[in-house]
């Protein structure tokens, strides 16, 4: 299913999830510029994650060569490999980034967001150490989103399509549509061979015309990022207090009062 949309009524607007969405499509274009000005390696070289380069960075021990591969988890952070996968992200943040930044506040969804990203590289790092493919996306921090929103609003609504068999809307709950996403993360590293390769990624840019790059997804990264959202979410459970602004509506059958908080 591709969401859409939660049932989640929050009084406090997304302006941090609005940033980083903004954020990703400024990147996108600044990437998409370089690459049809002839700027490949210095955009492949030094923006864009590849964990043979970072382990070399940190094996050899220099100052300079160690902070640009850190520079490099981040940038890959914010670069995406095509149309399609800055808008499938973008709208997997803009749905489920609402009641995460609500929950835990601006600045600590930030922080929270910029930490699953982080962890999610070094898993997919820690996969296969000498991978000479880049890893760019928002995904791994998305994922870390997502687990956050299962531990805090599993039980609110998500809306979206189903484009097989039939195309349908349908409605589920979140938790059965994260831990079904969850799955196939697993399902995709054991039905992977070799190197896995990007966030999603579909096709670069070149000068004259699209070039195919790597059609691979980069499953480890989904699966640290989840795992790190959701224990991040936990201890915020746990240490911090609640900010709680949305609510989960109930059925119009039910009396008002009903009306849920998150997830306990």
């Not at 929103?149 to 938790?175: C, D, E, Q, R």
Request: glycine residues 12%; contains cysteine; aromatic residues 16%.
């Amino acid at each position: 299913m591709f969401p859409l949309k939660d049932n989640l009524r929050c009084s406090s607007p997304a302006t941090v999830t609005k940033w980083l969405i903004l954020a990703n499509v400024v990147a996108f274009i600044i990437e998409v510029t370089m690459l049809l000005s002839g700027h490949q390696d210095q955009l492949f070289g030094t923006w864009l994650m590849v964990p043979d380069k970072v382990t070399a960075a940190f094996a050899a021990g220099h100052p300079s060569l160690m902070f640009w591969a850190t520079a490099s988890i981040f940038s890959s952070m914010f670069l995406h490999g095509s149309f399609g996968h800055i808008f499938g992200n973008m709208v997997f943040l803009f749905v489920f980034g609402k009641g995460m930044e609500n929950r835990i506040g601006k600045w600590n969804y930030l922080a929270f967001y910029l930490i699953a990203g982080v962890l999610a590289a070094l898993t997919h790092w820690g996969s296969d150490p000498t991978s000479m493919i880049p890893t760019l996306g928002a995904s791994g921090a998305i994922a870390g989103v997502l687990g956050g929103y299962l531990l805090f609003w599993a039980n609110a609504t998500i809306s979206g399509f189903y484009v097989l068999p039939a195309p349908a809307y349908v409605h589920t709950k979140a938790y059965w549509f994260l831990i079904g996403w969850f799955v196939m993360q697993f399902s995709g590293v054991l039905s992977s061979v070799g190197p896995i390769d990007g966030a999603g990624v579909g096709a670069f840019f070149d000068a004259d015309k699209l070039v195919h790059f790597g059609d691979g997804v980069a499953y480890w990264a989904h699966i640290g990022g989840f795992v790190a959202g959701f224990i991040m979410a936990g201890l915020a459970k746990i240490f911090m207090p609640k900010t709680d602004v949305c609510i989960i509506p109930k059925p119009e059958c039910d009396a008002p009062e009903d009306h849920n908080k998150g997830s306990k």
